[in-house]
Each structure stands twice: as C-alpha cells, then as structure tokens.
C-alpha cells in the first residue's frame, strides 16, 4: 500500500526531508502513534493528535505537530500527564472553576469548556478558569467547540512552568509568555463565525521557531535581541543569550497581556509568571474564559442581521482588488481548504524534532523511511 503520508501533491511518493508533503491523515496516525508509544491512552493521543494536525492545516504550524517532541519530553519527565482528568474545585452557578492536574491541555481544556456549555445552557452566560493543563495549543480549538452549539465564547490564557519570552512594553528583558487571547462569535448562513485567535506577543514564539527552522526572518518590530536592541533574525533572538519577544500593538498590546496574566493566572487559583511561581520547565496554560449564550441577549434573527449587514459593509471597501477585506477567521479556513487539498509541508526542522520524538517515545526506527513505514503498518 502507498503511504499517503508522504506523498506529494501529484502523487509520486517523496522520502526526501527537504520540502516534504504530507497529508493531514497520515500526519494524525504518526503523531498517535507517538504519543501512545510514550505512554498516553489511545483516547488522549488521538484528540492530541487532531488538535496539532489540525492547527497545521488552518496556516498555525507553530502549534502544530513541531509540538510533539516537548509533549514527548515533558511527559517522559512527568511533567505531563496523559491519562489525566479535569477536576471541577468551584461549581458556584455562573462560576466554574476546574484543575487540569497537568493532564493533556487538550484534553482537560475541552472536558472543561463542555461542563461550562453545559451549565450555560441553565444560566446563558458562565465564567469558567482553568488553572494546571500541561500546553492547551491553540485557543482558538475551544472557542470551535463553542461556535459548533452557537456559541459566542471569550479567552484569556496565560503560560507558566516556562522561563518569560516576552518583554513588557518600555522593559528590555522578557517577563511574560506570548499570553493568547481568543474570542469566537457564531456566524450566519451568510457569513462565517468570527474567530479571533492571538498571541498577545507580535509573533508567537513557535512561529520564530519556524522561521529558524526554514531559514526565514520574523516581521520587524517583533523581537529584540539578549542587549535589546530589534531584530529579523530569529537566530539572533535564540542567543544565548536569549533576546525577548515584543507585545503586539505597543502599550495597547503590553495592557492586554498583562490583563491575560491577571485573569488567568491569578484568578484561576494557580499563579502569574512572577518568580514566586514554580518553573518546571514544561508548558502550563492557565484559562480565563467566558461562554456566552446570544440567543439570551436578545432576538437572534435581529443579531444576525447586524452580523451580516456589518460584514457585507466591511467588505465594500478592499485596499486592493487583489486582497479583499477579511474577517478573522476566514484565513484559517482557507489555508485549510488549501492544505487538505494539498497537503501540509513540512520544514526539515520539524521533522527532525518527529524524528527525536519517535525516539524519545523507545520507537526504535527513527529515520524518515521508517517513520513511513511505522505508520504504514500501525
Ligand atoms: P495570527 O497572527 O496568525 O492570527 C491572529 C488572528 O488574526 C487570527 O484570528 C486570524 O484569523 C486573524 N487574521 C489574520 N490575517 C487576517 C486578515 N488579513 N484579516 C483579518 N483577520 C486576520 O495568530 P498568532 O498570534 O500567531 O497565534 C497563533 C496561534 O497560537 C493561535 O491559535 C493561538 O491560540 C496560539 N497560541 C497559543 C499559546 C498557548 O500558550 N497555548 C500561546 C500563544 C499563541
């Protein structure tokens, strides 16, 4: 049989790690196998699995499958812990406040978000934290789980365990992480939901990671060297020593993240980057979020109609034939349309890390043919 897995776009099979193409459903059964091999349930690594690929078809490769190697390593030092359950520790009406016990983000994240949605269904609106989950990926994964019940759903996140990346505005050395915030408004028939996703950092760390990776600079204005001074080069931000990541937006940015790190971080129960807070050295996401019933807040038909009315006005006024106005969101879902069609590239730096994650995870086959193969008969 054919390892669809590495296939080119035309079909004639590729092993060659530059430029490598691979569709998004052998990328799920590598990725699987993986992480069963290391020592998470099937169930887990499965939903583990779906979230990255998934984050690597709609354009987010920094939070795709380049991820599994420090998944891999904080498990195998316990850091991570598959397997694991949300736990509800304040269940107070509109209030929900849950402990992810270091389980998968993935997991714990969506085990919270549904209790929320189901108790939103009695109180139209419920605030839910979520202290403890080892990485949760990409936030906009749960804003989706919202959107699918008609759903409008808000996100502040903050991240722990880890040393700072990114400076205050006005500072020279990094004091926060790239501290996400989601919002997910449902769409219409006539237009697609709006999914706001983003770092609070002008770039997330994991898209300067691939920059480095494929040998390309960041955007300017996003990244300061270890003397402060701004940088494209994302080798000069690596060090060592290692420079700093710059808020998006200034002091507007910087204000945001800062409410990130409050909300999430404080109010969740768990605790900010300050250095009273421990720092293992995985990825531990703290959530703050509110979930949100618009059928409760008035006639849905005369909010839709706003919602289209709005969109269709937004868009009468392209810069550029070229490049009509968007909305967040539709790029996603392009890159999706576009990838799933043709597959997702993958730099050789990620592969190198699949290669060091199938290690680490005791697969003893560790060159490309043989991840092929692995998958192939798995
Ligand atoms: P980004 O800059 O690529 O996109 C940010 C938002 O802008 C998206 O909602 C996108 O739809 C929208 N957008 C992009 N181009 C647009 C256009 N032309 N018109 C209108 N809207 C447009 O995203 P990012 O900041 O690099 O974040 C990437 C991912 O990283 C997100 O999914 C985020 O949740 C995730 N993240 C996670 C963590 C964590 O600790 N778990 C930390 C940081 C970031």
């Known amino acids: 049989m054919l390892f669809a897995g590495y296939d080119t776009p035309d079909n004639h099979t590729s092993v060659q790690c530059a430029a490598m193409i691979v569709t998004d459903h052998s990328l799920r059964h590598l ?101 403890n989950a080892h990485h949760i990926g990409r936030v906009g994964a749960y804003a989706d789980i919202a959107l699918a019940a008609g759903l409008a759903s808000i996100h502040f996140v903050n991240v722990v365990d880890h040393p700072p990346m990114v400076a205050p505005f006005g500072g020279r050395e990094a004091r926060f992480g790239t501290n996400p915030i989601c919002i997910g408004i449902p769409g219409t028939t006539n237009t697609p939901s709006f999914l706001l996703d983003m770092a609070t950092s002008a770039v997330a760390l994991g898209k300067v990671v691939v920059a480095r990776q494929a040998g390309k600079q960041v ?36 204000g945001l993240m800062l409410a990130c790190e409050i909300l999430a971080g404080a109010m969740s129960g768990y605790g900010t980057i300050q250095p009273e807070t421990p720092r293992a050295g995985a990825i531990i996401n703290n959530m703050f979020s509110f979930i949100i019933d618009p059928a409760r807040l008035g006639d849905p038909e005369a909010i839709k109609h706003e919602f289209d009315h709005l969109i269709a006005y937004l868009k009468t006024t392209p810069a550029s034939g070229e490049s009509p106005v968007a909305i967040a969101g539709e790029p996603e879902a392009q890159t999706r349309a576009e990838r799933a069609k043709n597959g997702i590239d993958l730099p050789d730096g990620t592969v190198a890390d699949l290669e060091i994650a199938l290690n680490l995870a005791g697969i003893e086959n560790n060159s490309l043919k043989e991840i092929f193969a692995i998958v192939n008969h798995s």
């Not at 091999?37 to 939903?47: E, H, L, M, Q, Y």
């Not at 997991?107 to 978000?113: D, I, L, Y």
């Open 31 to 131: 990725i699987t196998q993986i992480l069963t091999s290391a020592g998470s349930p099937a169930d887990d690594a499965r939903a583990v699995a779906d979230h990255l690929v998934d984050a690597n078809l709609l354009g987010h490769d920094s939070h795709g499958v380049q991820l599994v190697r420090r998944y891999v390593e904080h498990i195998k030092a316990g850091q991570c812990k598959p397997g694991t359950s949300v736990v509800c520790v304040n269940d107070s009406g509109a209030i929900m406040q849950f402990d992810g016990g270091r389980g998968f983000g993935i997991r714990v994240g969506s085990e919270a978000m549904r209790s929320a949605m189901e108790r939103c269904k009695s109180t139209g609106v419920v605030l839910m934290t979520l202290r």
């Open 219 to 254: 955007p300017e204005n996003a990244v300061i060297d270890s003397a402060g001074h701004p940088t494209t080069d994302p080798v000069r931000y690596f060090g060592p020593p290692q420079g700093a990541l710059l808020p998006f937006g200034l002091h507007k940015g910087y």
